[in-house]
């Protein structure tokens, strides 16, 4: 295990151009030295008489010592024990990362500074500057340790938050996947300062404990990823598996380096999850073209916690010297995961709380339309009784007006030898004969325009001569018409319209009764037909007083009426309406009060390709 271990990690040292053995110093303040193998832990000691010389020169300064992974400092000065930073033993951790500082008014008396470093790594704990006098007092461990507890804290509350607050509002597996990750990941970072939260523990434990929080911490979050739709199942799948290996060659290894080893295996995978999470939320923003709240929150949280782990394994692996900034990446990831999901919770709510709002609407619209379609029904079905009654009718009134119309020839003959017999009588009756056949005469007419206006024999669809409906009509209409009213057809004998005779004479029928009662004592009813490239357009005219402009809109809805009750039923504009949907025509009002009332009713000219189309 060795010899791979020295393989790998020379390969990796000689990528990030740093020297396994003896750190790079810009000029020779601490005199060479090299590692040293003692009772399996591994020792870096050196020497240094101008870091004495540069604290009398800078009493106000300070010594900064570099970070050592897993390592402890001893401080001397002319081999009087300064500062011990950790255990060198490593039965009690003060943290994994931290570092010492010493202030130069503590050596200014000395001769020499010397520093020794004890690590139970071979190949991980590295560091590549030696002791630096700086002219501004070090963080004093903030990067290393203050935000590690910071950190640990933080994540342990939002997660018992999260996990509060979440519960029964999304996808259960959320809050408890999300919760199991802050309490992992703040084990992680409680492991990095056990010494400091006064746990004595030793440090190959810590080390094992720690890493293997730290993946455990991470899996879980990928899974909180895939059940927000931001990684499939069986990525998820793959960085468990990867994960399981990691953990098996922790707990497996007897040496610092070994358990590192099982915690690198799973570096490269957890980039591998976060990119390709940040790749399927890109194309999906892409595709959407808009950005919202939750999907920036997502976005920018990966971003930093991509940024601030690349940083810290950089730092780690010893390709430069700067800070650790893995706690705060981490707690921005989760603190906007967090509000990613509360922004899911809100737009449901949202959602909820709108369709709650408007559920009543909803029912009384729906409702008024299944009225409005049960009247349509109800109103058909009297019309297509009535039809048939009064097709019976005219059946029968034509049968017994054929008896008098025969009767009516032999009478004139009979009568017409009465006159040289007796003047008088035949003038009596030649008068009575004349007032038979005018009377005979009406009633087959109006039996005629009954039949046509049933639609007896007459339901299909065809070319339809809009001056014999209009006809048709006013003959029906004769008895209520009178003398009060009068009718006017301008419409050329030759003009037709595609449909049946039945739906036409239903909606000129309901707009003349309309007009005859907008005129209850009496007026012109004019119907004018012509003839556009595109429409043929049929126009009732009356002279009424005119429909009042708060209701124009509302003459169209179903059981709306300006009628008294008992004498309107408000379905008559609704069925000119339906029927000329039908047609895929409009109708157009125009009214002006005291001036009376037009309604245009527009036909499209393609009417017959339009019912072809739907047969």
């Known amino acids: 295990m060795d010899s791979v271990l020295s393989v790998i990690f020379a390969a990796l040292w000689s990528v990030f151009g740093s020297d396994p053995t003896i750190p790079s110093q810009a000029e020779p303040i601490w005199s060479p030295s090299a590692w040293e193998s003692t009772a399996g832990d591994y ?34 000065v002319d081999d009087r024990p300064l500062l011990t930073f950790s255990d060198p033993k490593f039965k009690d951790v003060r943290s994994v990362y931290g570092k010492p500082s010493i202030s130069c008014a503590e050596v200014v ?11 139970d790594s071979k190949y991980f704990a590295r560091f590549i500057t030696f002791p630096q006098v700086e002219h501004v007092r070090p963080p004093d461990n903030f990067f290393y340790e203050s935000l590690n507890i910071v950190a640990a804290g933080t994540l342990l509350v939002m997660g018992l938050f999260c996990m ?53 911490g991470c899996a879980f979050l990928y899974y909180v990823f895939y059940e927000m739709g931001l990684i499939g199942r069986g990525l998820a799948r793959f960085y468990t598996a990867i994960v399981c290996i990691g953990l098996v060659l922790q707990w497996s290894a007897r040496t610092g380096d070994e358990v590192q080893m099982g915690t690198n295996f799973s570096f490269i995978p957890t980039f591998i999850v976060v990119f390709y999470a940040m790749y399927a939320l890109t194309r999906k923003l892409i595709a959407r073209r808009a950005w919202d709240r939750m999907s920036m929150f997502q976005m920018f949280g990966m971003s930093i916690f991509v940024v601030t782990s690349i940083n810290d394994m950089l730092v780690v692996m010893g390709a430069y010297d700067g800070y ?69 009718i005219a059946h029968e009134i034509n049968n017994s007006i054929n008896f008098v119309n025969g009767a009516i020839h032999p009478l004139e003959r009979l009568i017409a030898k009465l006159e040289p017999v007796s003047p008088k009588d035949y003038e009596v009756g030649k008068k009575l004969l004349v007032a038979i056949k005018d009377g005979v005469g009406i009633t087959v007419e109006i039996v005629k325009s009954l039949r046509q206006f049933t639609g ?41 319209l595609y449909g049946d005779v039945v739906g036409i004479n239903q909606i000129l029928m309901n707009l003349m009764t309309n007009a005859m009662d907008a005129m209850p004592k009496g007026g012109t009813i004019r119907i004018k037909a012509r003839e556009t490239d595109e429409q043929v357009v049929i126009e009732v005219r009356d002279t009424g007083g005119g429909i009042p402009k708060e209701i124009v809109d509302k003459i169209f ?59």
């Open 43 to 76: 020792t870096f000691s050196s020497t240094s008489t101008l870091i004495p010389e540069h604290c009398r020169a800078h009493p106000a300064s300070f010594v900064d010592f570099p970070m050592v992974i897993n390592g402890a400092h001893i401080i001397k």
């Open 109 to 119: 008396q000395a001769k020499a500074l010397q520093w020794t470093v004890v690590t």
């Open 164 to 216: 509060i607050i979440f519960a029964g509002k999304v996808n259960s597996r959320i809050p408890v996947f999300y919760f199991l990750s802050n309490i992992f990941l703040s084990i992680y970072f409680v492991g990095t300062v056990t010494g400091l939260m006064s746990m004595k523990v030793d440090m190959l434990t810590v080390h094992r404990v720690g890493d293997s929080a730290l993946w455990i």
């Open 324 to 392: 650790l900034f893995y706690s705060v990446g981490l707690i921005t990831q989760m603190l906007l995961m967090a509000l990613s999901v509360h922004e899911t919770i809100l737009e449901t709510y949202q959602e909820r709380d709108y369709l709650r709002g408007n559920l009543e609407k909803e029912v009384a619209k729906k409702t008024a339309q299944l009225r409005a379609t049960q009247a349509e029904l109800v109103h058909s079905a009297k019309l297509a009784s009535l039809g048939t009654l009064s097709a019976g």
């Open 456 to 496: 007896l024999n007459q339901a299909k669809l065809k070319d339809v001569r809009i001056y014999e409906v209009a006809r048709t009509v006013s003959t029906i209409l004769h008895a209520k018409l009178k003398d009060s009213y009068r009718v006017e057809l301008d419409i050329p004998e030759d003009l037709t």
């Open 557 to 615: 809805d179903p059981f709306f009426t300006t009628k008294e009750v008992g004498k309107g039923t408000g379905l008559g504009l609704y069925i000119v309406n339906k029927e000329m949907e039908r047609y895929k025509g409009k109708v157009v009002v125009n009214s002006i009060p005291a001036h009376g009332t037009s309604f245009e009713l527009c036909f499209p000219k393609n009417l017959k390709s339009e019912f072809s189309a739907v047969a």
